[in-house]
């Protein structure tokens, strides 16, 4: 325990001292052996349990902002300061192949760390109403895009809920342009204030984007709401095996999540209604109780337009079981459990919804057959994660090819067993990705992107692949489907997989750059990459 760190903590705008700054630093759990010599220095490698670690140290910086650790174990470190009126910042050494870490051998001394702690920003104002009144209990949000399996959607960041005033005050987000949007309680029929963007639009197209620098405070932000009939879903709830009715809700990529009320009635057509909500695209989940408490689901897409929508209805229906089996065409004896298989749904359910977006895991045998208790109501596509080389040929159910229709639940459980049948002639890729001085781009990211892009972000996902190349940048893909593809590769901290799988806006300026690949059955092609920044 000889090693030590010392530093100072700046503001990252005026490059003053920060005082009184908590500094603290967190081993990563390096595995050391008993000369505490690092024997494993890649942190994504967990150690032996009895492996040394240190538990995080923490220290208060001076009037001059320096702090000081000492008596630390050899290891690999990450660093952190905060105070309030202050963003938590992580310390990022210049050298970022460090990977934000630091790395101390035995007898070890950084000296000199700069953490440039960020000033918080802020965004404060009114909401006003008829004749500038002052308007209270109305939610205002800062949110900005973000990108994942449902395309782009706009993540709430922080929000507020306006005072007796009116007044709103918004802190504690990072320098970035967001959406400004106000919104009052939902309501049922009749005029009510509505929800708009920052200055004066009900949707996001004619919104106006509020950009903060580092500390940067806007004050005054103030926002006047229209008065109108807000749009609304209404319709029934009729739930299978007369299940009763335990919630309906709606959800928008552009509006968040805003819950209904329903009314129950002994014929077993419960009308529902979601009031308050502005036009757009949502995805409707409705929820019921059947015996035993088994809970009944069904979800619809449903466009709604500034005079709302009727007539709707909803059908929750119990979880189902799935029986099926996996064949690899023209293999004998393959180990089957070593199969990852997963039932993906996210592409028919909307985003974040109960059921999970990344898929049910398939638990298969090594003879390949399988069983899945109690999966929720909605349809599905069979989605390989890792096919022993090979790559998804068809899904049949009851000899009918269900491979592009999808798997749908809605109705009840499957008649028979769920066929998957794979193909044992996936290609293979590999290389070496290089930087600009022709060196090995560790850390990287390589995709692979169907050259013809599908229109279904849920298929984008499944003709897509996704690596890091290794420390001297070799890279690798296998079980690809024939077909044409695009091979990209980007510096480290450029791109993140979410956006680069599902963001095309994004991909579109580096098209002209990418190495096009034709992949036919067995294929092993070799292609060098030179990262892109």
Known sequence: ANCKVDGQVVNSVTNQPVAGAVVTLYNKHAQRSKDGVISVTDTGIRPPEDAPQDNPQSVTADDQGRFAFAALEPGIYTMAASKASYLHTLYKPYNMDSGGTIRLKPGAVAHGLAIRLKPENALSGHILGAGGAPLMGVKVALSRYLVGIEGRYLFEVTADVTDARGEYRLRGFSPDRYYLRAAPQPRGGGAQYLAVFYPASQAINGAQQVEFSDGQELSDVDISLPRGRAAAIRGTIAAMDGANPLGVDATSKEFGHVEGVFQRMDDGRHPFEIPGLSPGAYWVHARAAGEGGVVYETWMNVDVDPAGRSGIELRPAPPVDIHGHVEMEGVTGAKYSRLKLALDNSYSVGYDRGLNSNGIAIPVQDDGTFTLKGVAP?????????????????????????????????????SGDLEVLLSPGGGTIRGLVVDEKGNGAAGAMIALLPVSRPADTQRVRESSKLTVPDLQGHYAFGGIAPGSYRLLAWKRGVADGKTVVYDAEFVEPFEARARIVQIVPFAHETVPLQAMQ
């Open 378 to 414: 909605a349809v599905y596509r069979i989605t390989p994660v890792y096919a022993l080389g090979g790559y998804l040929q068809a899904v049949r159910l009851g000899g009918a090819d269900i491979t592009e229709t999808g798997l749908d639940l809605t109705q009840g459980a499957p």
